[in-house]
T-cell receptor, first 113, second 114 residues
C-alpha cells in the first residue's frame, strides 16, 4: 500500500519568512495530493491540493509543487504570519476509486512574531 | 450547506457503555468516512461508505460498528470500548468515482473511555 513520509516534524520560522514542508510517497499510481492544516482542537482543513497532471499550483501565499518522477511534493508558505501556526498534514490518494487518503506524519509549524 | 457536522463534541463513556457518534453532511457527497486521530498523530482511516454501502473496513475491531442510514448520515456505534480507544473521531465526506476528490472533515468527537 501507499506510504507517505513528511519532513520536518517541526519547523520554527519568524513572521514574514517562508516555510517549506516536504513529502514523499511510494505508490506511483497515487494521483491526488491534498494538504490539510489542523489547529489545536480543530478539524483538518484543506488548504490546497494538486492532481498528478499538474506540476505546481498557487493560492495567494500558499503553493504546492509535485515531482511525479521523484515521487515527492512540497508545500510552500510565503510571508508567514502567526495565524499560520498549526500542524500541517500532507496526504496521497491511492487510486482505488474511494479516495483512500494516506496521511504523512505531520509538521508542526510555529511562526513567531 | 458546505459543512460536515458531528455530534456530540465530547463523549465520556465507561467500558461497559453503548454509545453512538453521529455525522451529517448536506453537500450531496456519496462517500463518507470515519477516521480516528490520536494526539500528535495523523488521522487513520477506519471505514469508508460509498453510495451507502460499506466499501472499506480497515480491520477495525468489532466493538466499532458503522452504519449509514442514508446518503446524508453516518453513525458509529460504540460498545465495550477500551481506554486505548480514547481519541478524536473524525467524519469526512467526498465524492467517489471522480478521480480522487476532496474530503471535507467534520469537527470531530473527542471520546474518552474510562
Amino acid at each position: 500500500g501507499e506510504n507517505v513520509e513528511q519532513h520536518p516534524s517541526t519547523l520554527s520560522v519568524q513572521e514574514g519568512d517562508s516555510a517549506v514542508i516536504k513529502c514523499t510517497y511510494s505508490d506511483s499510481a497515487s494521483n491526488y495530493f491534498p494538504w490539510y492544516k489542523q489547529e489545536l482542537g480543530k478539524r483538518p482543513q484543506l488548504i490546497i491540493d494538486i492532481r498528478s497532471n499538474v506540476g505546481e499550483k498557487k493560492d495567494q501565499r500558499i503553493a504546492v509543487t509535485l515531482n511525479k518522477t521523484a515521487k515527492h511534493f512540497s508545500l510552500h508558505i510565503t510571508e508567514t504570519q502567526p495565524e499560520d501556526s498549526a500542524v500541517y498534514f500532507c496526504a496521497a490518494s491511492e487510486n482505488t476509486g474511494f479516495q483512500k487518503l494516506v496521511f504523512g506524519t505531520g509538521t508542526r509549524l510555529l511562526v513567531s512574531p | 450547506d458546505t459543512e460536515v457536522t458531528q455530534t456530540p463534541k465530547h463523549l465520556v463513556m465507561g467500558m461497559t457503555n453503548k454509545k453512538s457518534l453521529k455525522c451529517e453532511q448536506h453537500m450531496g457527497h456519496r462517500a463518507m468516512y470515519w477516521y480516528k486521530q490520536k494526539a500528535k498523530k495523523p488521522p487513520e482511516l477506519m471505514f469508508v461508505y460509498s453510495y451507502e454501502k460499506l466499501s472499506i473496513n480497515e480491520s477495525v475491531p468489532s466493538r466499532f460498528s458503522p452504519e449509514c442510514p442514508n446518503s446524508s448520515l453516518l453513525n458509529l456505534h460504540l460498545h465495550a470500548l477500551q481506554p486505548e480507544d480514547s481519541a478524536l473521531y473524525l467524519c469526512a465526506s467526498g465524492s467517489p468515482g471522480q478521480g480522487a476528490d476532496t474530503q471535507y472533515f467534520g469537527p470531530g468527537t473527542r471520546l474518552t473511555v474510562l
